[in-house]
């Protein structure tokens, strides 16, 4: 069990006010508020050994080197990968779809190829594949939801061909707060010899993820969303994939030798890690993970589902309320009425109660559900009943304004 109280000191952010109110903060899907652990390991690390990795021999350079390595090896006993050298570390989620679709798509497809993405993908796994087709003539077709706005599994076992190349999905939808079947879907994609990226942002907050288990080829996800810093995220790619793609990204650390002529590429996880990396991100991103580690994922996980549970019984005692898809995460997305999701967060903005609102960056799926948007409440595991509360109370008084008007 975890203890909401002890942990809530750990998060200077959370003793905020906004408009005078205690800050209600339940936008964590964007992004988390950071423990001081986190943040103290970011000045730490500029206060004792700042200095760029891996080409140095002298002392700071070495122990900033190794520093980075541990959080390497620190995300790959997270996800239960096989090598380290399979850990890439990249900007974020969206930078880590970027680099499969730019690196698997220029060295391994062809126009005319297929790849599968789902009807709830979020625009960072959407654009990508847009901008692949446009280079390439590499063409994506879209897993159809069921009216309960599940995946259309039937469906996606009948898009496979052989022209089909990759399955690019979202392990749980960051509008509906749904998780996908994710290991199914792998396995049908494998059946078909196909590969599978999983869009793993949302789900590795909140989830166990074993990579080897779940037999994904691709999995990305964001630091800042699992208590770490922005700019930092992780590709996790199987060897044998890693090996075969060229790297998208020239410049250094990524080359063995450069002539005019010709550039011989890095070993792994070098060779996709062009450039100075956010050295600083990626240790601050090891020590949120060795954080979440010493309160225990599944204690998050069961924390956070019981939120999501009250937090849906609650929201349905509301008349008006529309709750969309069926959420199991830590997400809920809802309509009450016909005030506008933007109207409503702007109430409980200033009430002090941070939720987010409008497309979540999954147009396609608001268009699908025909609406102009959602108001969103995400939970991490500093989120407390009480603060549900406060949301619901905030609604009811909208409803309030909004039926006097
Ligand atoms: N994929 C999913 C499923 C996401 O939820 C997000 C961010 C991304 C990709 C992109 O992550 P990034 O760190 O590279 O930006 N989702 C959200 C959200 O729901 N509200 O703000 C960002």
Redesign the pocket.
Same mark, same amino acid.
């Given at each position: 069990m975890v203890n909401i109280e002890e942990i809530r000191k750990e998060f200077p952010i959370l003793e905020s006010r906004i408009y005078d109110k205690p800050l209600v903060y339940l936008d964590n #899907? #964007?992004t988390t508020q950071k423990p001081k652990c986190v943040i103290d390991t970011i000045s730490n690390v500029y206060t004792t050994m700042n200095s760029n990795v891996h080409r140095g021999v002298h002392h700071l350079s070495q122990v900033a080197t190794t520093a980075m390595e541990n959080s390497r090896e620190t995300v790959r006993k997270f996800i239960g990968a096989k090598h380290s050298h399979e850990i890439i570390f990249t900007r $974020?989620?969206?930078?880590s779809i970027n680099l499969v679709a730019s690196s698997y798509g220029n060295t391994l497809l062809k126009e005319g190829d297929e790849i599968i993405i789902s009807a709830m993908e979020?625009h960072? +796994?959407i654009v990508p594949w847009q901008l692949l087709h446009a280079r390439t003539g590499v063409k994506f077709r879209v897993i159809p939801l069921t009216g309960n706005c599940k995946l259309d599994i039937e469906a996606y076992k009948g898009m496979f061909n052989e022209k089909t190349r990759l399955v690019s999905v979202?392990h749980v939808s +960051?509008v509906l707060g749904s998780t996908n079947p994710i290991k199914e879907i792998i396995d049908i994609a494998h059946s078909n010899d196909v590969p599978v990226l999983v869009?793993g #942002?949302?789900s590795i907050p909140h989830k166990k993820i074993d990579v080897m288990e779940l037999d994904a080829d691709f999995f990305a996800f964001?630091g800042?969303?699992i208590y770490g810093p922005t700019g930092v $995220?992780v590709l996790y790619g199987k060897e044998l994939w890693l090996e075969t793609m060229q790297p998208y990204n020239g410049g250094g650390e990524m080359i063995k030798s450069v002539r005019f002529d010709k550039t011989s590429f890095n070993d792994l996880p070098y060779k996709f890690e062009a450039g100075t990396p956010d050295y600083v991100g990626i240790i601050a991103l090891g020590k949120a993970i060795e954080w979440v580690n010493s309160l225990g994922i599944e204690n998050i996980a069961a924390h956070e589902h019981e939120l999501t549970r009250y937090a849906v019984e609650q929201l349905k005692t509301i008349p008006e309320m529309r709750i969309f898809g069926e959420p199991d995460g830590a997400a809920v997305s809802f309509l009450t009425g016909d005030i506008h999701p933007a109207d409503l967060g702007t109430i409980l903005d200033r009430l002090g109660i941070a939720i987010?609102t409008g497309h979540?960056?999954a147009q396609p799926l608001i268009d699908h559900l025909g609406i102009p948007g959602t108001a969103r409440a995400s939970f991490a595991v500093y989120n407390t009943k009480k603060e549900i509360d406060a949301l619901i109370q905030g609604i009811k008084r909208a409803v309030k304004m909004f039926t006097q008007c």
């Open positions: #899907a #964007a $974020g989620t969206t930078e979020h960072s +796994n979202t +960051n869009d #942002a949302q964001s800042h969303k $995220g987010r979540h960056c």
